[in-house]
């Protein structure tokens, strides 16, 4: 591999031949009803941990 980079290579390169490729976000920012939803799936797991902690201390 040289060090320099071949002139002619450069000179006769074709965009056109490139493929087209469409670009997204790998880690998009969560939406609000995303950060929504998440929110309540805590609620709602800590209230079902809260009873069935209640539940047990009964029996």
């Known amino acids: 591999m040289a060090d320099k980079p071949n002139m002619m290579e450069i000179?006769?390169?074709d965009k056109a031949k490139l493929k087209k490729t469409e670009t997204r976000e790998?880690?998009?920012l969560p939406t609000k009803e995303g950060e929504c939803?998440?929110?309540?799936?805590?609620k709602l797991w800590v209230s079902?941990?809260?009873?069935?902690?209640?539940?047990l201390k009964i029996s």
């Open 11 to 13: 000179t006769s390169f």
């Open 26 to 28: 790998k880690n998009p």
């Open 37 to 42: 939803l998440k929110t309540n799936m805590i």
């Open 48 to 55: 079902v941990s809260l009873i069935k902690a209640a539940v």
